[in-house]
């Protein structure tokens, strides 16, 4: 399977090649210099499942406001219009996907997985203080998306690739690339940008395993790469990996972190999970 492997998917199921309009309005109204809050707050309000799902989130722990929010302006006003949007475009992809079948996968291990790579991912951000740690959040709760895409196109080649890993007692993506020539990192690289996504997420998901690959933005995939490897080590949900991958040494002096902000990061995570789990999973 290669890119040209993957445009033949998206051309058989060109729903997985966009995703919902209510994205793209809110993307449009975000990067429109002309725009109000009040045009963003409309275009994320014309979905009231999306509505919910954030306010359900900028009144999780994640924000800890000290009162309640009850609209999309106030929280606009309180998280940013880029951060929002990173977490309209979170919901959306969880969304976008909890509605198509996909064999052999738990769905709800799955996102957990996703959700605890995202959180740690923008807990270790926010140890380095990076701006716009949402940024990191997101493309931690893609870098698994591949796998979805294989399993729910490839069920043969997906059940081989799985009785190849517990032959061989190896890593799932390397199972991946014996069998198919490919993985779902580079998979899942090449639909965030069928769907025209920032770069830096792209390059994020594509090289999350080979971390030393990622030349454009090293910081986001040595992030998201740790956090892979945490997230599996703590066994928060599942993607369907049974080991835990090894941590790539230039990846964590990268992000030059002491173990006692390790032990605050994995304690963040846990604070926040089950909140953020609930309020992207209720309904989805």
């Not at 729910?152 to 007692?169: E, F, G, Y």
């Not at 998201?224 to 949900?237: E, Q, S, Y």
């Not at 846990?270 to 992207?280: E, G, I, N, P, R």
Request: charge should be negative; include cysteine.
């Amino acid at each position: 399977m290669n890119a040209s492997a993957v445009d033949t998917i998206l051309g058989l199921n060109p729903e997985l090649g966009t995703l919902p309009s209510v994205f793209h309005r809110v993307e449009s109204a975000v990067n429109d210099p002309s725009s109000s809050f009040d045009a963003i707050s409309r275009a994320i309000e014309s979905d009231t499942t999306l509505t919910a799902k954030l306010l359900r989130i900028a009144n999780s722990s994640l924000y800890n406001f000290p009162t309640r929010i009850t609209s999309i302006d106030r929280a606009i006003s309180v998280i940013g219009t880029q951060q929002l949007r990173d977490q309209v475009l979170a919901a959306t992809v969880i969304r976008h996907f909890s509605h198509l079948p996909v064999a052999g996968v738990d769905m709800e291990s799955f996102w957990r997985h996703s959700i605890a790579t995202a959180l740690l991912s923008r807990s270790l951000a926010g140890m380095r203080r990076e701006s716009n740690v949402e940024r990191f959040y997101v493309a931690g709760l893609l870098h698994d998306i591949g796998r979805l895409l294989m399993f729910m196109h490839l069920p043969q080649k997906s059940t081989q690739i799985l009785a190849s890993r517990d032959q061989a007692q190896c890593l799932l993506h390397q199972a991946e690339q014996d069998i198919l020539g490919t993985n779902h990192a580079q998979v899942g690289g090449d639909l965030l940008r069928a769907w025209c996504l920032p770069p830096v997420f792209e390059s994020a998901v594509r090289y999350h395993h080979q971390p030393a690959q990622a030349i454009e933005y090293p910081m986001e995939t040595a992030v998201v790469h740790v956090a892979d490897c945490i997230a599996n080590a703590l066994r928060l949900g599942s993607s369907g990996e049974r080991f835990v991958p090894p941590l790539d040494d230039g990846a964590w002096q990268r992000l030059a972190l002491s173990e006692n902000m390790l032990e605050r990061v994995i304690h963040y995570t846990d604070t926040h999970y089950q909140q953020v789990v609930d309020a992207f999973m209720e309904g989805a």
